[in-house]
C-alpha cells in the first residue's frame, strides 16, 4: 500500500521560505512523478508542479519563479521550496504520486493526508 | 482563472443520477480524471483515462467525455456521495496539470 507523508513547518514567515518534504512508503519513489498540490481554505485544488525520479520538473507557470522542487531516491522523499512567501500562499499542502499512460492520460492515484502551512509574522 | 470549468454546485435526490460536467480546451486531446473530495481529507481518485475507476470505487461512478467537455456520473446517488468534485487533466501546452473549479455536490 503506497502512502505518502507531508512534513515541515506549520508556520512561515512573509518573505521567507517555506520548505516541506514528503516521505513515500510501500513503493520504490524511482520512475515516478511526484506532485505538490494545495488548497487554501474553502477554495480550490491548485498543482504547484511535478518532478520525475530523474530531477526533471514541471511548475505552474504562475508559481515558476519562486518554486523549486528536489528528489532524494536514497530516502524515498521528494521535497518542495517556495520562496517569497505571502499570507496567499497560506495553504494545505499535498504530495501526490502522478501517474502517466501514454499521452492522453494522467491522474493522480495516491495521495498525502495533507498538511497547513500559515504565513504570518 | 482555471482553464477547465466546473459548475460551482450540483444537487441530486438519494437514488437519482447526476452529472458533473468539465470544460476545456485540452479535453479535446486528453482525458480527465476526477476526484472526490470529502471535509477535512484529502481528494480521493475516482475515475481516470476514458472510463477506469481505482479499486474500491463504487460502480455508480462512472466518466465520459464529448468535444471540450468530460463528465463525471454518479447513477444513483448515495448519502456518502455528497462532496466537492474536482476534474483535473493537461493544460492546452500539454506540459503542466490544471484543477477545475470544482463542484459541490449535495445529496437531498
Known amino acids: 500500500q503506497v502512502q505518502l507523508q507531508e512534513s515541515g513547518p506549520g508556520l512561515v514567515k512573509p518573505s521567507e521560505t517555506l520548505s516541506l518534504t514528503c516521505t513515500v512508503s510501500g513503493t520504490s519513489i524511482s520512475n515516478y512523478y511526484w506532485s505538490w498540490i494545495r488548497q487554501p481554505a474553502g477554495k480550490g485544488l491548485e498543482w504547484i508542479g511535478r518532478?520525475?525520479?530523474?530531477?526533471?520538473?514541471n511548475y505552474n507557470p504562475s508559481l515558476k519563479s519562486r518554486v523549486t522542487m528536489s528528489v532524494d531516491t536514497s530516502k524515498n522523499q521528494f521535497s518542495l521550496k517556495l520562496n517569497s512567501v505571502t499570507a496567499a500562499d497560506t495553504a494545505v499542502y499535498y504530495c501526490?504520486?502522478?501517474?502517466?499512460?501514454?499521452?492522453?492520460?494522467?491522474?493522480?492515484?495516491?495521495w498525502g493526508q495533507g498538511t497547513l502551512v500559515t504565513v504570518s509574522s | 482563472s482555471s482553464e477547465l470549468t466546473q459548475d460551482p454546485a450540483v444537487s441530486v435526490a438519494l437514488g437519482q443520477t447526476v452529472r458533473i460536467t468539465c470544460q476545456g480546451d485540452?479535453?479535446?486531446?486528453?482525458?480527465a480524471s476526477w476526484y472526490q473530495q470529502k471535509p477535512g481529507q484529502a481528494p480521493v481518485l475516482v475515475i481516470y483515462?476514458?472510463?477506469d475507476r481505482p479499486s474500491g470505487i463504487p460502480d455508480r461512478f462512472s466518466g465520459s467525455s464529448s468535444g471540450n467537455t468530460a463528465s463525471l456520473t454518479i447513477t444513483g446517488a448515495q448519502a456518502e456521495d455528497e462532496a466537492d468534485y474536482y476534474c483535473?487533466?493537461?493544460?492546452?501546452?500539454?506540459?503542466?496539470?490544471?484543477f477545475g473549479g470544482g463542484t459541490k455536490l449535495t445529496v437531498l
Open positions: 501526490a504520486r502522478e501517474m502517466v499512460r501514454g499521452v492522453t492520460t494522467t491522474y493522480f492515484d495516491n
Open positions: 483535473n487533466s493537461r493544460d492546452s501546452s500539454g506540459n503542466h496539470r490544471v
Open positions: 518532478i520525475y525520479t530523474s530531477g526533471s520538473t
Open positions: 483515462g476514458k472510463n
Open positions: 485540452s479535453l479535446r486531446s486528453y482525458h
